[in-house]
């Protein structure tokens, strides 16, 4: 089973700030990652997919890059209401498995 | 607009089967191009997909709880269902049912979940 790794566990940032979040493959997955916003009391909300594509209705400002092992999730200036947990969430075809990352809470500093 | 919405019981006794069902709504199941599945969420923890079910009926499971775990589709009522047996308190979690979206390049599959259900609690206890 491909194991994903998000880091750091908590970022501390305030509204405006830059926000760089890491998810890291034990195998590589290609282009095969997708990212989620995760509010309190709701579902997740796809964010991006294939590694660097935005989902319909997703701000400008989120932006996904990496393959093979690495990714990351940028999101250009904190707005309030992005102060969220995000996951990252991999489909590998060799093993065949779908694994989600541990999350990294983005919180107001 | 799509949408997923769960139903079944929210306490479920120890050693018994846990069942839940999605209706889906706003869309065919049948469209090809997307996969249904079942994803949990422990209180205060992350993510962990359960499985998915084809429309054409096939699955695909999490081999962790693969021996556990059965979903089935009925396109007639637009509703997939899942089943865990032997549950166990470990298994308490929020169930989301989404809809996975599926690309295909050659052999290579990808799969994405573009659509959630609010989801719902379940509580495995005496």
């Known amino acids: 089973e491909i194991v994903l790794t998000q880091s750091p566990a908590t970022l501390s940032l305030s509204p405006g700030e830059r926000a760089t979040l890491s998810c890291r493959a034990s195998q590589s997955v290609s282009t095969y990652l997708a990212w989620y916003q995760q509010k309190p009391g709701q579902a997740p909300r796809l964010l991006i997919y294939e590694a660097s594509n935005r989902a319909t209705g997703i701000p400008a400002r989120f932006s996904g890059s990496g393959s093979g092992t690495d990714f990351s999730l940028t999101i250009s200036s904190l707005e309030p209401e992005d102060f969220a947990v995000y996951y990252c969430?991999?489909?590998?075809?060799?093993?065949?498995?779908?694994?989600f990352g541990g999350g990294t809470k983005v919180e107001i500093k | 607009q799509l949408q997923l919405q769960e139903s079944g019981s929210g306490l479920v006794k120890p050693s018994q089967t846990l069942s839940l069902t999605c209706t889906v709504s706003?869309?065919?199941?049948?469209?090809?191009?997307?996969?249904w599945s079942w994803i949990r969420q422990p209180p205060g923890k992350a993510l962990e997909w359960i499985g998915y079910?084809?429309?054409?009926?096939?699955?695909f499971y999490n081999p962790s709880l693969k021996s556990r775990v059965t979903i089935s589709v009925d396109k007639s009522k637009n509703q997939f269902s899942l089943n865990l047996s032997s549950v166990t308190a470990a298994d308490t979690a929020v169930y989301y049912c989404a809809r996975g979206v599926i690309l295909v390049r050659g052999v290579l599959i990808n799969v994405w979940f573009d659509s959630w259900g609010q989801g719902t609690l379940v509580t495995v206890s005496s």
């Open positions: 079910i084809y429309h054409s009926g096939s699955t």
């Open positions: 706003g869309g065919s199941m049948s469209s090809g191009g997307y996969s």
């Open positions: 969430q991999q489909r590998s075809n060799w093993p065949p498995s779908l694994t």
